[in-house]
């Protein structure tokens, strides 16, 4: 059965410090891979990664995709008190069925 | 252009009960997913539909189950309620089958007691 597993499952920082989030598959058919970021209640979308090794940048979120090791990295650079979500990294296999990790809580403090 | 609406918000239901959740995407979206949210299992994949027919589902019993409209709007219902089944229930829709960049509804929040 696929699985994607997510750490650390929380994590606590200062304003300013950079952060890694990390997730790993298991997948039978993997299409792509996507991260998430849910505050409250509705997730928004950050990335979706299908080629290993090219990196996606987005202000100060990047993401990269190992496809030969199944995993995937989130870095989010000189966080913000706003950047205090849950992230959620997915993976979707062939037939666009999406599978969720349980999520990264970070807390980002002033 | 709206966002994805769910209705109703908030429900209470009682074991045994069902209930029926509705979802009207952004316009234009022909997709729509549903999602269980329960903070022991995370957020779970029940099934999407798109253009009228059920295309993926989750590992979800036969209480669930759903269906779409001809104008893209979506309703989820759950038999037999069980109190394992409060959860927030989650909308997404999408354009079409870059289901990838999904629009999450509000969610509807639903306790079984």
């Known amino acids: 059965e696929d699985k994607v597993v997510q750490s650390p499952l929380s994590l606590v920082v200062h304003e300013g410090d950079t952060v890694t989030l990390n997730c790993s598959y298991e997948v039978t058919n993997f299409r792509s891979l996507l991260w998430y970021k849910q505050e409250k209640k509705a997730p928004t979308f950050l990335f979706m990664l299908?080629?290993?090794?090219i990196e996606k940048k987005s202000g100060r979120l990047s993401s990269i995709l190992d496809k030969k090791e199944l995993f995937s990295i989130l870095n989010i650079t000189a966080t913000q008190t706003g950047d205090s979500a849950v992230y959620l990294c997915?993976?979707?296999?062939?037939?666009?069925?999406?599978?969720f990790g349980s999520g990264t809580r970070l807390l980002v403090r002033p | 252009k709206a966002g994805v609406t769910q209705t109703p918000r908030y429900l209470i239901k009682t074991r045994g009960q069902q209930v029926t959740l509705s979802c009207s995407p952004i316009s234009g979206h022909r997709s729509v997913s549903w999602y269980q949210q329960t903070p022991g299992q995370g957020l779970q994949f029940l099934f999407e539909?798109?253009?009228?027919?059920?295309?993926n589902k989750g590992n979800f019993p036969g209480r669930f189950s759903g269906r779409q409209f001809s104008n893209s709007r979506s309703e989820m219902n759950v038999s037999t309620l069980e109190l394992g089944d409060s959860a927030l229930y989650l909308c997404?829709?999408?354009?079409?089958?870059?289901?990838?960049?999904?629009?999450f509804g509000p969610g509807t929040r639903l306790t079984v007691t």
């Open positions: 539909y798109f253009s009228e027919t059920q295309r």
């Open positions: 997915v993976e979707m296999d062939s037939s666009y069925k999406l599978i």
């Open positions: 299908t080629s290993s090794g």
């Open positions: 997404a829709s999408s354009l079409d089958s870059s289901v990838y960049e999904q629009y």
